[in-house]
């Protein structure tokens, strides 16, 4: 089966760690042992997120004052590559020596007149005081918003439109090799005036971007991982209830309950892969990924259910 796994960013960094190397290898690592299964076992095409690290880059750049502040699309081809790199070391280690492995660099094409521009909501970077966010947004003009009790810096986050090296992932996963791809949600590019390539000031949602790579690979199965085990109607309440299988459109109907730049990437990128390839999608921890693709752990999307049942 070909399958499209979507590594979250906060399973490769997780809430509150510190962004040393040394934490983003021993979950990177962690994340490959999840991961060596399905890799053996199907043609695995593997996305991830990069807003921890884009931020933290971000940060760094803007550091040198003798120096101009790099943009956003080539801090998101770094993180690519940093990230791509753990990430195919930790799996070529694990997976046996006739199971090849690539991390491709990839461009994803999007609309500059993207409403998002007008809108930030993907966070990045590092969480911080109010006071911390304040003065960051003074001095350089960033935007902040409130995550959980701390604040974040967001982002525009336009939506995909075309991923450029289609070709090449499809030609190398058609050939069993395991692509770790479209890190970050893609390197977001346009057509300038004369129809050449110019980056973009954004981080794409790479769930967004992941359910476009699923759909025109003709992937089966989309799973999205994240550090939750699964999606939840009434997020930190106490009435709070887990959902273990649901249809795309009541999925979508429950819309509202989702935090844009947080779950609500997730489940509207679940439910178009659904939609659109009528195969299935999961949401949930990196840990249950293997039972995540058997149905059995996770929020599983699909259209063979008649609503949605939750987890008792």
Not at 112 to 138: C, H, Q, W
Request: glycine share 8%; with cysteine; net charge negative.
């Amino acid at each position: 089966m070909r399958v499209v796994v979507a590594l979250g960013g906060h399973a490769l960094l997780r809430r509150g760690q510190e962004m040393t190397i040394e934490n983003q290898r021993q979950n990177v690592r962690i994340a490959c042992q999840s991961l060596v299964r399905v890799a053996t076992e199907h043609e695995l095409a593997i996305t991830h997120g990069n807003g921890p690290q884009v931020g933290l880059l971000a940060l760094q750049s803007v550091a040198r004052a003798d120096v101009p502040p790099f943009p956003l699309d080539i801090l998101d081809a770094e993180t690519q590559g940093m990230i791509g790199y753990l990430i195919a070391q930790e799996l070529d280690d694990r997976t046996h020596p006739d199971k090849t492995v690539a991390a491709l660099l990839t461009m994803v094409e999007v609309d500059p007149n993207d409403p998002a521009f007008e809108d930030p909501t993907k966070p990045v970077g590092p969480f911080y005081d109010r006071a911390s966010a304040d003065e960051l947004a003074e001095e350089l003009g960033w935007t902040f918003k409130v995550d959980d009790a701390s604040y974040r810096r967001v982002v525009a986050s336009p939506a995909p439109k075309r991923i450029l090296e289609l070709r090449q992932i499809r030609w190398l996963v058609e050939r069993g090799c395991t692509v770790i791809c479209a890190g970050g949600g893609g390197i977001p590019t346009a057509s300038g005036p004369g129809g050449e390539l110019i980056g973009v000031e954004a981080v794409i949602d790479k769930d967004c971007t992941s359910a476009l790579l699923g759909t025109e690979l003709d992937a089966r199965f989309l799973a999205i991982t994240t550090d939750v085990d699964a999606v939840y109607l009434d997020w930190g309440k106490r009435s709070a209830r887990a959902i273990r299988r649901v249809r795309p459109d009541v999925l979508m109907e429950l819309a509202h309950h989702f935090e844009a730049g947080s779950m609500l990437p997730k489940v509207m990128a679940a439910a178009h892969f659904v939609n659109a390839t009528s195969g299935t999608a999961a949401i949930g921890d990196l840990a249950d990924v293997t039972q995540m693709l058997q149905g059995s752990a996770g929020t599983i999307v699909t259209m063979d259910t008649e609503g949605i049942e939750l987890y008792r």
